[in-house]
């Protein structure tokens, strides 16, 4: 049996390896009480378990451990899971218990300090735009806590709607493990890097079933928190031979976490709010205000990471000009696109606002009339 066709039945099993323990920890979950209970803010109508991450880290577990044993050393794949486990326990016990967000982020710091420290998963020479390698010295060890914590709290404030967190992760796994298999060499470690996110793949392949909508079980911080960790560490290895730890190609790649992440600070801070304060005004919500139905919803999400990916395939295939030129051109479309759904509010669009200003007389003429009569007031 061919190595490349040994590795595709060992993610099949892994795939229903997850399949298979996801009903197990559908029944645990509501032993150990760990649900989800609906209120004004949850979409759910019904107690439902939520602690399903830790399907997809079990079989994780298992296939590291046991199914590529031939491929990641044990003692390498033991740290990895602990390191994890750390997350996992942290998600859990909010799924149990609900914690405040600043117990959730010393959770989160411990488990960012483990793989700095430990597993010597570090942001240490980054790239921009293709122009220059820099060494960041010093600021290795803050900047990389600050990218797991991104990635954690992006994806789990986007795990909103029944699959979609699990989904765009999905896509972006698989083109993180696609973007660094391409730039791999054979026989280096990074080789093995893809082979640890198309396992993370099958992985929670097996478990969406179950929770796409009409969920059975959802990720939970459990999961979200999981798989936005293993997201950081693994952009950090898997990219690192195709961009140097490209600063923009990663943050392409979750572009729809990331954007409505950014954007829930802005609309906080705008209001005055913490910016760990909950609210309904997330990406998901304002879609399904929009008219989306819920499983439109999570497929409109998934047509945009997908999009994103493509982006950053080429973006990672273009000239450096030509990369600037495209950044340009997202950050114009996707400011739109923010805009015109309302996603920092109603009243927040001033590109749209300036667009109009510049191609409607009429309102030029009414933002003037305001502004006179706002001085004329003054005085």
Same mark, same amino acid.
């Given at each position: 049996?061919?190595?490349?066709?040994?590795?595709?039945?060992?993610?099949?099993?892994?795939?229903?390896?997850?399949?298979?323990? #996801?009903?197990?920890?559908?029944?645990?979950?509501?032993?150990?009480?760990?649900?989800?209970?609906?209120?004004?803010?949850?979409?759910?109508?019904?107690?439902?378990?939520?602690?399903?991450?830790? !399907?997809?880290?079990?079989?994780?577990?298992?296939?590291?451990?046991?199914?590529?044993?031939?491929? @990641?050393?044990?003692?390498?794949?033991?740290?990895?899971?602990?390191? !994890?486990?750390?997350?996992? !326990?942290?998600?859990?016990? &909010? &799924?149990?218990?609900?914690?405040?967000?600043?117990?959730? #982020?010393?959770?989160?710091?411990?488990?960012?300090?483990?793989?700095?420290?430990?597993?010597?998963?570090?942001?240490?020479?980054? %790239?921009?735009?293709?122009?220059?390698?820099?060494?960041?010295?010093?600021?290795?060890?803050?900047?990389?806590?600050?990218?797991?914590?991104?990635?954690?709290?992006?994806?789990?404030?986007?795990?909103?709607?029944?699959?979609?967190?699990?989904?765009?992760?999905?896509?972006?796994? #698989? #083109?993180?493990?696609?973007?660094?298999?391409?730039?791999?060499?054979?026989?280096?470690?990074?080789?093995?890097?893809?082979?640890?996110? @198309?396992?993370?793949?099958?992985?929670?392949?097996?478990?969406?079933?179950?929770?796409? @909508?009409?969920?059975?079980?959802?990720?939970? &911080?459990?999961?979200?928190?999981?798989?936005?960790?293993?997201?950081? $560490?693994?952009?950090?290895?898997?990219?690192?031979?195709?961009?140097?730890?490209?600063?923009?190609?990663?943050?392409?790649?979750?572009? *729809?976490? $990331?954007?409505?992440?950014?954007?829930?600070?802005?609309?906080?801070?705008?209001?005055?709010?913490?910016?760990?304060?909950? &609210?309904?005004?997330?990406?998901?919500?304002?879609?399904?205000?929009?008219?989306?139905?819920?499983?439109?919803?999570?497929?409109?999400?998934? =047509?945009?990471?997908?999009?994103?990916?493509?982006?950053?395939?080429?973006?990672?295939?273009?000239?450096?000009?030509? %990369? *600037?030129?495209?950044?340009? !051109? =997202?950050?114009?479309?996707? /400011?739109?696109?923010?805009?015109?759904?309302?996603?920092?509010? /109603? /009243?927040?669009?001033?590109?749209?606002?300036?667009?109009?200003?510049?191609?409607?007389?009429?309102?030029?003429?009414? =933002?003037?009339?305001?502004?006179?009569?706002?001085?004329? /007031?003054?005085?």
């Amino acid at each position: 049996m061919s190595f490349i066709l040994s590795l595709i039945v060992r993610l099949i099993i892994t795939f229903f390896l997850a399949l298979g323990l #996801t009903p197990i920890i559908q029944r645990f979950s509501c032993l150990i009480g760990a649900v989800d209970v609906p209120n004004k803010r949850r979409i759910n109508k019904k107690i439902m378990p939520s602690a399903g991450g830790l !399907a997809i880290y079990l079989a994780f577990s298992i296939a590291i451990t046991c199914l590529f044993r031939d491929i @990641f050393p044990l003692g390498y794949s033991l740290k990895l899971i602990l390191g !994890a486990a750390i997350i996992i !326990a942290t998600g859990l016990i &909010d &799924d149990i218990k609900e914690i405040s967000p600043r117990a959730k #982020t010393i959770g989160m710091l411990l488990a960012a300090f483990y793989a700095y420290f430990v597993l010597n998963i570090r942001m240490d020479i980054v %790239n921009v735009f293709s122009f220059e390698n820099i060494d960041l010295g010093w600021l290795s060890f803050p900047l990389t806590v600050l990218w797991i914590l991104g990635f954690v709290n992006a994806i789990n404030l986007i795990d909103g709607l029944d699959g979609l967190a699990s989904g765009v992760s999905i896509i972006a796994l #698989t #083109t993180i493990g696609f973007i660094g298999y391409i730039a791999s060499t054979s026989g280096a470690i990074i080789v093995q890097v893809p082979i640890m996110i @198309f396992i993370l793949v099958a992985s929670i392949g097996g478990f969406l079933p179950f929770n796409f @909508f009409p969920a059975k079980i959802y990720l939970g &911080d459990t999961g979200a928190l999981f798989l936005g960790y293993m997201i950081a $560490i693994l952009s950090l290895q898997g990219l690192k031979n195709a961009t140097l730890v490209s600063l923009i190609t990663p943050l392409i790649i979750l572009g *729809v976490p $990331i954007t409505d992440t950014f954007y829930a600070i802005i609309r906080r801070k705008l209001k005055k709010q913490s910016i760990s304060k909950p &609210d309904s005004m997330h990406l998901h919500h304002r879609l399904l205000s929009l008219g989306f139905t819920h499983r439109g919803a999570v497929l409109m999400i998934y =047509v945009l990471a997908l999009t994103f990916s493509l982006i950053a395939l080429l973006y990672s295939a273009s000239s450096s000009i030509a %990369n *600037v030129v495209m950044i340009v !051109a =997202v950050v114009f479309g996707l /400011e739109l696109f923010v805009e015109q759904i309302g996603l920092v509010g /109603e /009243e927040q669009r001033p590109l749209l606002n300036a667009m109009r200003y510049i191609g409607n007389k009429a309102y030029r003429n009414k =933002v003037k009339a305001e502004r006179y009569n706002r001085k004329k /007031e003054k005085k």
